[in-house]
């Protein structure tokens, strides 16, 4: 099993990042797909979540508004798009696959691909 994100980057406040997640492997169908991300010094945390259709979403408080998860099943890849970014998204982000319905939960994430890099500058 595969994930792969990428996307990252460096870019301005204000400014636009679209993050993708490639699986293969796997039964992509199956799996509810999570972003999360980890900032220096800081703990992991879920950012968004999407379910097995895409009809259920999921977003932390800070991202609401500002992220849009979305996923393309004919495609195995999920997408993060990430608007009017601030330096507090600054973060290593990592994409992961569960079976489980409590897509909030990262302990019940079965797979994990490596990060992409996001860097905000003011």
């Known amino acids: 099993v595969q994930l792969q994100a990428s996307g990252g980057g460096s870019v301005q406040a204000g400014g636009s990042l679209r993050l993708s997640c490639a699986a293969s492997?796997?039964?992509?169908?199956?799996?509810?797909i999570g972003w999360f991300r980890q900032a220096p010094g800081k703990d992991r945390e879920i950012v968004a979540a999407?379910?097995?259709?895409?009809?259920?979403?999921y977003y932390v408080d800070s991202v609401k508004g500002r992220f849009t998860i979305s996923r393309d099943n004919a495609k195995n890849t999920v997408f993060l798009q990430m608007n009017n970014v601030n330096p507090e998204d600054t973060a290593v982000y990592s994409c992961?696959?569960?079976?489980?319905?409590?897509?909030?939960?990262?302990?019940?994430?079965?797979?994990w691909g490596q990060g992409t890099l996001v860097t905000v500058s003011s």
């Open positions: 999407i379910s097995r259709s895409g009809d259920t979403t």
């Open positions: 992961a696959a569960t079976t489980t319905p409590a897509m909030q939960a990262p302990r019940l994430y079965k797979y």
């Open positions: 492997g796997l039964h992509f169908t199956a799996y509810r």
